[in-house]
């Protein structure tokens, strides 16, 4: 007996698949019958502990736009973090920057770039934070705007960096960005940033940050459940009733 032709084969046959932990889509969960109604929380870090620190002067900036779109706005002063695996969790700045990405819903990232890539400040906090936190991933499904100021002409070595740290971390990583040349020259005297399309890109940044967050923090558990844990959630479900009824 001759075997039926592929192209003659249902389009639905996935036989690998688990038809258990199978979730068809449901577009009725993208859209809550109730929303949010508080502003959107967003964290602030920033990557230098220089006294004149343009990617602190930046963040500053973006924190006074997101506060203008209604966000509630913090910034987190890297100042006197140890080094990752230097000091214990309890430790009070792993404590405070932990607690603080548990409480927002987004997060703006600007770093300086230095030798082509982020420094070692706005790393060592992004190490602090955990993937998983009392078994819940305290980034996974929230929002994610990426900056960099830069000593010389206009560079993203940093801002592509930190994408891929915000994928790594479960981040919706927003599509907009700020890269900043020259920032040295963007500054006034008491460190505000003058008029300039570079301005106006962070304001870009952040109305689509706020956007994104708006969208996304009410249905961000729906967005990022995903098939693989399931199967795996099951596995390990079927496991341990298994090893209950062995004891038993």
Not at 13 to 22: H, I
Not at 51 to 79: C, M, N, Q, Y
Not at 146 to 171: A, D, E, H, P, Y
Request: one cysteine or more.
């Amino acid at each position: 007996m001759s075997e039926t032709p592929a192209h003659n084969r249902s389009e639905t046959d996935t036989p690998q698949m688990e038809d258990a932990s199978f979730a068809a889509m449901d577009p009725a969960q993208l859209f809550p019958a109730s929303h949010s109604t508080h502003p959107p929380r967003i964290l602030i870090l920033y990557g230098s502990l220089r006294e004149h620190s343009f990617s602190r002067l930046s963040a500053e900036e973006a924190g006074r736009i997101l506060t203008r779109f209604g966000a509630e706005v913090k910034i987190f002063d890297p100042r006197g973090l140890p080094q990752p695996d230097d000091a214990p969790l309890d430790h009070p700045k792993v404590a405070e920057l932990r607690d603080l990405v548990t409480w927002c819903e987004g997060m703006v990232w600007s770093s300086p770039e230095r030798h082509g890539a982020m420094t070692g400040i706005m790393k060592s906090q992004i190490d602090w934070i955990p993937l998983s936190l009392g078994g819940v991933r305290p980034t996974q499904g929230k929002t994610l705007a990426v900056m960099q100021v830069c000593g010389g002409s206009q560079s993203f070595n940093t801002v592509n960096q930190l994408r891929i740290l915000g994928r790594w971390m479960r981040l919706l990583t927003i599509p907009n960005q700020s890269s900043v040349a020259k920032a040295w020259d963007e500054f006034d005297a008491d460190g505000r940033m003058k008029p300039s399309p570079y301005y106006n890109r962070i304001v870009d940044v952040m109305e689509e940050l706020v956007k994104f967050t708006l969208l996304t923090r009410d249905i961000k558990e729906h967005l990022v459940d995903r098939y693989s844990e399931r199967v795996e959630s099951r596995e390990e479900l079927s496991k341990r009733v298994n090893q209950s009824k062995a004891v038993g």
